[in-house]
């Protein structure tokens, strides 16, 4: 499994495992932690989650999986913007800690930007890190304009990456974003990176990219995404099938061809567009 080197020099995998709706559908929470357990065995040690999903089910999902092998996985879990404040984000921190049976999340994250100012954030996230309840904190979905007024923030150079919307489908990032995190040297963490398996999947450019690598599309929406090499992939799969192909897109490497293909049907972006998010 390739890795990816956070800016406190930690190195994560470059595919993690995504959690959003797990146990809420037909599957079962016993086989989607099932699921979870197989894609830390192929070297998805990295686990995102957050309070809001599921009600925090999918925290707890995530604490039966990793239930005995907690030193083996990264931990990333997310508060949700209401509860960003001073008070509000140890009290979130230790609701979550406790449904994912752990004493410390590797990496936690503001989910969105909200009402609470940026700073009062940072502090309340720099406490938790004196504290060791958590390793390295970070954002989710805010764009190049928000990262700027973070980074003039004391201590807000802290930030250990961006959680955003990435895949062919929806490359804005790369106008403004991806070359933003890139000079202050933070990776970014692509969510949905197969588009939640819907249209995406089906475009032709994928397809026949698939085909010249004997690959699915789905592989190569994530190898497309793992291009750079400061990008985190974090592919949600309940089907043991779906998590072992998206294990082994790590191991794909595309040729100038293949993105000619995919650029052709995606074309980057030639001017600012506003962030993506679902
Ligand atoms: N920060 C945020 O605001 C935010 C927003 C959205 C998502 N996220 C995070 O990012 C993770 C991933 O995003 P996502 O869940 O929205 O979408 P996604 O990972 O792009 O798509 C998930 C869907 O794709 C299917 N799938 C997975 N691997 C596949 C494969 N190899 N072939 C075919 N289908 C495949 C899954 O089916 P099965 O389950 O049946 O395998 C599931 O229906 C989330 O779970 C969450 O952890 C964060």
């Known amino acids: 499994m390739r890795t990816v080197r956070l800016p406190d020099a930690r190195e ?58 907690r030193d083996r996985v990264f931990v990333v879990s997310k508060v949700y913007p209401h509860n ?65 007024e973070l980074a003039a923030l004391a201590q807000g150079s802290a930030c250990a990456t961006d959680q955003v919307l990435y895949h062919p489908g929806s490359r804005g990032i790369e106008f403004d974003l991806l070359p933003w995190c890139a000079r202050h040297r933070m990776p970014v963490m692509a969510y949905s990176p197969v588009g939640q398996a819907g249209r995406l999947l089906r475009s032709p ?37 779906h998590v072992r192909e998206n294990a082994a897109a790590s191991d794909i490497a595309l040729t100038e061809a293949d993105l000619a293909t995919i650029d052709a049907a995606f074309p980057p972006p030639r001017r600012k567009q506003a962030l993506g998010m679902l």
């Open 205 to 241: 450019a994928l397809v026949e990219v698939a085909a010249r690598h004997g690959a699915t599309p789905a592989q190569i929406a994530i190898a497309w995404g793992l291009r750079s090499s400061s990008v985190i992939s974090i592919p949600k799969a309940g089907d043991a099938a």
């Open 84 to 148: 960003a404040s001073r008070t509000g984000v140890p009290a979130a921190c230790a609701r979550s800690l406790k449904r994912l049976g752990t004493d410390h999340i590797d990496l936690y994250l503001l989910h969105w930007r909200g009402g609470v100012p940026l700073a009062e954030t940072v502090i309340a996230f720099e406490a938790l890190r004196e504290q060791g309840k958590i390793g390295a904190w970070g954002v989710s979905n805010l764009d190049a304009d928000d990262m700027e």
């Open 12 to 69: 994560v995998p470059a595919i993690g495992q995504g959690t959003w709706k797990m146990g809420e559908g037909q599957r079962g929470a016993r086989e989607v932690e099932a699921a979870l357990r197989q894609g830390i065995d192929l070297g998805m040690t990295l686990i995102d989650t957050a309070e809001m999903y599921g009600d925090g089910r999918s925290e707890e999902i995530v604490g039966r999986a990793i239930a005995g092998q």
